[in-house]
């Protein structure tokens, strides 16, 4: 299985971008997807998460301006993030929590991130 992320960009803060993520390869379901983000010498942390059948969560610094969204159809997951911040600047990735087949374990997967840059 294999993810790309793109959609990154420079963008003037107050601007908005919308990130897309595509899953490749042989998956036979995946439980949850989720976006990452990773700023200039800080760990990575959790920016969005969606979990089959239940409610999206967002990290308290994305709430009411970042949106998650999955289209399952066609193995993708959005992150549409407004109000820019330039604290928002990192590098985004996307993660799917999949399984290839009917019998195996469901395995985390991450594409390569795409990186945003958002101007003060």
């Known amino acids: 299985v294999q993810l790309q992320a793109y959609g990154g960009g420079l963008v003037q803060a107050g601007g908005s971008l919308r990130l897309s993520c595509a899953a490749y390869g042989s998956i036979f379901g995946t439980n949850r997807r989720s976006w990452y983000r990773q700023a200039p010498g800080k760990e990575r942390e959790l920016v969005a998460i969606m979990t089959n059948g239940e409610l999206p969560n967002y990290a308290d610094s994305a709430k009411g301006r970042f949106t998650i969204s999955t289209d399952n159809a066609k193995n993708m997951v959005y992150l549409q993030m407004n109000s820019l911040k330039p604290e928002d600047t990192a590098v985004y990735y996307c993660?799917?929590?999949?399984?290839?087949?009917?019998?195996?374990?469901?395995?985390?997967?991450w594409g390569k991130g795409t990186l945003v840059t958002v101007s003060s």
């Open positions: 993660n799917a929590n999949t399984r290839t087949t009917y019998y195996s374990n469901f395995m985390d997967y």
